[in-house]
């Protein structure tokens, strides 16, 4: 199946609606935000409502790692909470932290980012840097996916004329390149990208070893940030360990678990459909006919239940409803949703498959009762 790529018209479209959305930013004493909820915080006296990405980028701004949220919800009352995270954010103050950036979505009005850094990499500059990248190594535009909510932007680009293969996989033949995105609270990062030939999926990874980010453009920042991607150059930006990682991924089962995850993350834009494309019916019905109600087990029993889905089947059901359901599939997925999609099958490739250190039995055929030794002493 040939990939098609975006047309030089639609990609000036969506530069300037980037550029029409990108994140307002103002920098704020620390003194004048108050926390009022977790969708609300006053501004110098004015309550402005704010998204849950938000309020977790408060939490990291004022110096708290990401999973200390989860730690608030465990530890404190709402009221409780906020009353820690306004102590938190006066006492940060008074040791010399006096301003943080506000950023704030200019068609929702809402706050969508909270940023330490004093330097905010605007969707102009960002355009300038992807477009040295993109030109000079080659890429082609098959994506290009502009975010709502905080106007970020997010561009997948391969390199046409290089097809590659996974050694004892068939239909496995894709092409390499880079997913390149600019986000007004993270910077810009790039990662590698897979696009599949055989059905024109694309899969964003986020493998540590390939992915890059980039907070300002100093001269010594950027100087960094251009020999990362000449050193990606050199193996034709195919992510280290990505054969390998696909065959594991081909002979591994997924579990219970990871297929409840994936067919939620589906679900809200295919509907119904979505039990065709990952068959969770299926699978709870067999274990409902050997006496098992998957309903009512935990997250640690599913993860240790195998599925009849194997986790690179997984992978592209994630990245095929993030690629064509547009063109197949009559529902209102938004560009950032098509972009968490493939980010969310690079990242089920990438992790430790909850069945990948599972000894394999020679025993499949069940116990030997003539052969239990124990028994016998009886």
């Known amino acids: ?73 465990r530890l404190f009352n709402k009221k409780s909470k906020v009353e820690f995270v306004n ?22 009005k809402t706050i969508v980012g909270f940023s330490e850094a004093s330097n905010i990499i605007t969707n102009d500059s960002f355009f300038q840097l992807s477009d040295e990248i993109i030109k000079g190594q080659g890429f082609q535009i ?3 996916h502009n975010n709502p909510y905080d106007g970020g932007v997010s561009i997948n680009a391969f390199l046409p004329n290089q097809t590659q293969n996974i050694k004892g996989l068939t239909n496995e033949a894709f092409k390499s390149g880079l997913t390149i995105s600019n986000s007004p609270t993270t910077g ?31 001269v010594p920042s950027t100087s960094k940030f251009f020999e990362h991607i000449n050193e990606l150059r050199k193996t034709n930006f195919i992510p280290s360990g990505y054969g390998d990682k696909v065959r594991e991924a081909n002979s591994t089962p997924a ?5 409840d995850r994936a067919y939620k993350l589906i679900e809200p834009f295919v509907g119904a459909r979505a039990d065709s494309i990952i068959p969770k019916e299926r699978n709870y019905n067999a274990y409902s006919q050997m006496g098992v109600n998957l309903n009512e087990k935990g997250i640690q029993d599913k993860r240790a239940a ?37 980010i969310a099958g690079g990242t089920l490739l990438d992790k430790t498959f909850d069945l990948t250190n599972r ?10 009762q003539d052969i239990q030794i124990g028994q016998l002493l009886n």
């Open 188 to 218: 810009i990062q790039i990662s590698p990208y897979i696009n599949r030939l055989w059905c024109a999926n694309g899969c964003t990874t986020q493998m540590s070893e390939e992915s890059y980010q980039l907070n300002d453009l100093s």
């Open 1 to 73: 199946m040939n990939t098609t790529t975006l047309a030089p018209t639609l990609i000036e479209t969506k530069k300037a609606e980037a550029v029409k959305n990108q994140s307002l930013i103002k920098r704020i004493s620390t003194r004048d935000l108050k926390l009022v909820d977790e969708s609300h915080v006053q501004v110098g006296g004015y309550t402005v409502n704010i998204t849950k990405a938000a309020y977790k980028s408060l939490i990291r701004s004022l110096g708290l790692p990401q999973s200390f949220t989860n730690k608030l919800d």
């Open 359 to 368: 000894m394999k039995s020679p025993f499949k055929n069940g116990l030997d």
């Open 255 to 259: 579990s219970i678990a990871e297929l």
């Open 142 to 144: 098959v994506d290009f």
């Open 306 to 342: 195998e599925s009849n889905q194997s986790v690179w089947s997984l992978v592209n059901a994630l990245t095929w409803v993030g690629t064509n359901s547009d063109s197949v599939i009559d529902n209102n997925i938004q560009d950032s949703d098509r972009m968490n999609l493939q």
């Open 87 to 108: 102590r938190l954010s006066q006492a940060i103050a008074a040791m010399g932290k006096s301003s943080i950036n506000v950023l704030l979505s200019p068609t929702s």
